[in-house]
């Protein structure tokens, strides 16, 4: 499917107003594929998109474990859409605020701002896109690129000491899922003078993902292979210390006492709470159809979309699978409006269905990449580190996908032009640690 094909080339006879809550991967990739679609002329003034997001930026959750271990990328990593040369539209606002309800058939969402008061924005039609809710150190836990700067200093000054890296300092990673992975991953490539240990309940790591022993039992070697110690099938607990070290207690009864301790056992749970319960399934997912628009049991559902983890679908939550959902919901509203005003007897478009997502991984592990598909088995390497997440884990290659750049970036493109090649993206695999 095209997502943007022959529809660009049709007009609207009234400002049609679109909702985006949440502005990473998926509402990023909608917002940016419906001024396409509207072609951007402010003279039509067809669509009105408003984002309501708790972020003042686009972060790349994705690449958390590196904007959270090396100050070098903390910056990076986040966008401020002030800053954004694309995101400069008459006819697109960003509000930066948390959605706490919204009213299918009044079409109405309240909003929280910044210092405490509530707003109503009403909407012909929304898309959710607020995706997982994880915890600190996975994800920001500010809403400011200020904040979240003074937060990941503070972090990377407790990993590494607030001196020179000493060799022996310790530091623990408890979970071995796809971020305890790639913190511990990140960690021991940044800081080899570093003793990093990974803690799991389990006997494998990545336990709970739907992928083959073989890719767990590669991924353990590759930790292996970078240095990270690894404590398989035991249960930790952790206590302070007065001189701000952690005692760390197995299951066993082994203790290790460590200078730095992160958690990365809780799991991520859907940002849903602000829709009506017969929107969501028993994970609090969202139901959607094929189209990505709500179930049918809920009034206007066909004005109600929905797009990355926060909705139930096949497959690994992963960034490249958002984005492309974002492309195929925006088509979708844009179907939908130009329906909406089609005469008694004409034809509508047809909306555009999504397939099945395989399960695949992409995940970094320190200096190597390891990858998963079905037809092409697991691949890792050096090399392939390079080529799959070059060296922001995949930063600059989804801004360059999205077509986003900022204003010094631009500045620097004028002055230093380079041919860029744009991949059309598919359901090739991404990481596992996508938002």
């Excluded at 990328?73 to 040369?85: E, F, G, V």
């Excluded at 623990?172 to 790639?182: H, N, R």
């Excluded at 730095?260 to 991520?268: E, F, H, I, N, S």
């Excluded at 397939?355 to 691949?379: F, N």
Aim: charged share 20%.
């Amino acid at each position: 499917m095209n997502p943007l094909g022959p529809l660009t080339n049709l007009s609207l006879s009234s400002p049609h107003r679109v909702l985006v809550v949440g502005a990473a991967y998926g509402g990023i990739s909608a917002l940016l594929n419906l001024l396409d679609l509207s072609q951007g002329k402010p003279a039509r003034n067809t669509i009105e998109i408003t984002v309501i997001d708790e972020r003042d930026g686009f972060f790349h959750s994705v690449g958390a474990p590196l904007a959270h271990v090396s100050e070098k990328y903390t910056s990076h990593m986040w966008k401020r859409y002030s800053r954004l040369n694309e995101l400069q539209h008459p006819n697109l606002r960003f509000k930066h605020g948390s959605v706490q309800s919204i009213n299918p058939e009044a079409k109405v969402a309240e909003y929280l701002d910044r210092n405490g008061k509530i707003h109503c924005q009403s909407y012909d039609y929304v898309l959710i896109a607020t995706g997982l809710k994880r915890h600190w150190p996975a994800v920001p836990r500010s809403g400011s690129h200020s904040e979240y700067m003074q937060d990941a200093r503070t972090l990377i000054a407790t990993i590494t000491g607030k001196g020179p890296v000493q060799q022996g300092r310790k530091v623990v990673i408890i979970g071995a899922g796809a971020v305890g992975v790639e913190f511990a991953g990140e960690i021991k490539y940044n800081y080899p003078d570093l003793s990093v240990t990974l803690i799991h309940s389990r006997s494998e790591v990545l336990s709970s993902e739907p992928l083959p022993a073989e890719v767990k039992e590669k991924c353990k070697t590759l930790l292996e292979e970078e240095g990270v110690d690894l404590i398989l099938g035991n249960r930790a607990t952790v206590e302070d210390l007065p001189n701000d070290q952690f005692q760390v207690t197995l299951a066993n009864g082994d203790k290790i006492v460590a200078d730095a301790v992160l958690d990365a056992t809780r799991k991520g749970c859907p940002t849903t709470a602000f829709l009506p319960e017969e929107c969501l399934d028993e994970e609090k997912e969202i139901k959607v159809n094929s189209n990505l628009a709500f179930s049918p049991s809920i009034p206007n559902a066909s004005s109600h979309f929905g797009v990355g983890d926060v909705i139930a679908w096949s497959g690994i939550k992963r960034a490249g699978g958002a984005m492309v959902m974002g492309q195929v919901a925006a088509t979708n509203i844009y179907a939908s409006i130009l329906n909406s005003e089609l005469g008694s007897g004409s034809e509508n478009f047809q909306l555009g269905e999504l397939p099945e997502y395989p399960a695949v991984i992409g995940i970094a592990i320190g200096k190597q990449c390891l990858t998963y598909d079905k037809t092409s088995g697991v691949k890792w390497g050096v090399q392939l580190m390079k080529d799959y997440f070059g060296s922001d884990l995949g930063w600059s290659a989804s801004l360059k996908f999205l077509g986003l750049t900022d204003v010094e970036e631009k500045e620097e493109i004028a002055k230093h032009p380079t041919k860029v090649e744009v991949k059309e993206l598919g359901p090739e695999p991404v990481p596992a640690t996508a938002a």
